[in-house]
Nanobody
Framework: QVQLVESGGGLVQAGGSLRLSCTAS????????MGWYRQAPEKQRELVAT???????NYADSVKGRFTISRDNAKNTMYLQMNSLKPEDTAVYYC?????????????????WGQGTQVTVSS
């Protein structure tokens, strides 16, 4: 019913930039907090950045000053601008969102994940 679709991943050289996007679709009442996570091979998934409905943001220490999270509520889309990329940024990046739906006249908030997009940074 609700899907998150990611795009923008790819292979870049160290120091380069990528812009990831994640668009939610389906029977959406509202989108609450959203965030980006990443998972490197043989590592646990970790938080990259989050953004609230009022555009309050939080970043992992490892990406502060280099990554910028943003959202366009009219388009149900979240972005992650990644600059000054490092090889250690290589991972599968996942978008996450708390999304409210209306079902049988009631509002439910569920957590949704995108399928992930590969970001590879070469040295």
């Amino acid at each position: 019913q609700v899907q998150l679709v990611e795009s923008g991943g790819g292979l870049v050289q160290a120091g380069g930039s990528l812009r990831l996007s994640c668009t939610a679709s389906g029977s959406i009442s509202s989108i609450n907090a959203m965030g980006w996570y990443r998972q490197a091979p043989e590592k646990q998934r970790e938080l990259v950045a989050t953004i609230t409905t009022d555009d309050s943001t939080n970043y992992a220490d490892s990406v502060k000053g280099r990554f910028t999270i943003s959202r366009d509520n009219a388009k149900n889309t979240m972005y992650l601008q990644m600059n000054s990329l490092k090889p250690e940024d290589t991972a599968v990046y996942y978008c996450n969102a708390a999304i409210a739906i209306i079902r049988y006249g009631r509002r439910y908030v569920n957590n949704y994940w995108g399928q992930g997009t590969q970001v590879t940074v070469s040295s």
